[in-house]
Structure formats: structure tokens, C-alpha cells
């Protein structure tokens, strides 16, 4: 089986430490299902979209342009890189 390549999907624009969200800029398309990459300075974390939210309505894909919510297991950091692993 191929090794998944990353594709940048945006960059954490903010976090809320008490719900464990980011505020994700999305420079390309995201959904449920995907499973995103998250790498900052001290920032390394790999999970599925289980989670995600515009204007705090939940949502099923965010898209370039948009700055979605994204529940994550992890602390993230302001200028982390978001990736989408692909098959």
C-alpha cells in the first residue's frame, strides 16, 4: 500500500484550550471523514475529522476561503500547518 502523501489544507488561525477546538483558515476543501496532520513547532498530531463547524453550526465540509472549527485530541498552536493525508 502507497505511503499517504500530505496536502496542505490551511494553517490554525486561533485554539480554545477549554473545548479543545481550532479555528482552521482553509486554503482547500475539508470534510468529515478526512484525516488531517497537524505540524507546528511543538505541535504533532494526526487524526480524523470527527468534527467540524462554521459559525459554531456544525457543518460537513469547509471549504477555501472559510475558517471552520475543528475538534482536536491535542493542543494546537497559531500557524500550525493543517494537511490532509491522501491516499
Known amino acids: 500500500m502507497p505511503e499517504p502523501r500530505m496536502e496542505e489544507v490551511g494553517r490554525v ?3 480554545f484550550a477549554h473545548v479543545s477546538v481550532a479555528i482552521v483558515e482553509l486554503t482547500a476543501p475539508l ?6 496532520y497537524i505540524k507546528g513547532h511543538t505541535t504533532d498530531l494526526q487524526q480524523p475529522v470527527e468534527s467540524l463547524q462554521l459559525d459554531r453550526a456544525p457543518v460537513q465540509e469547509g471549504n477555501a476561503g472559510q475558517s471552520v472549527g475543528l475538534k482536536v485530541t491535542a493542543r494546537c498552536r497559531k500557524r500550525d500547518v493543517v494537511y490532509k493525508l491522501v491516499a
Open 13 to 15: 488561525g486561533g485554539f
Open 31 to 36: 470534510k468529515l471523514g478526512d484525516t488531517v
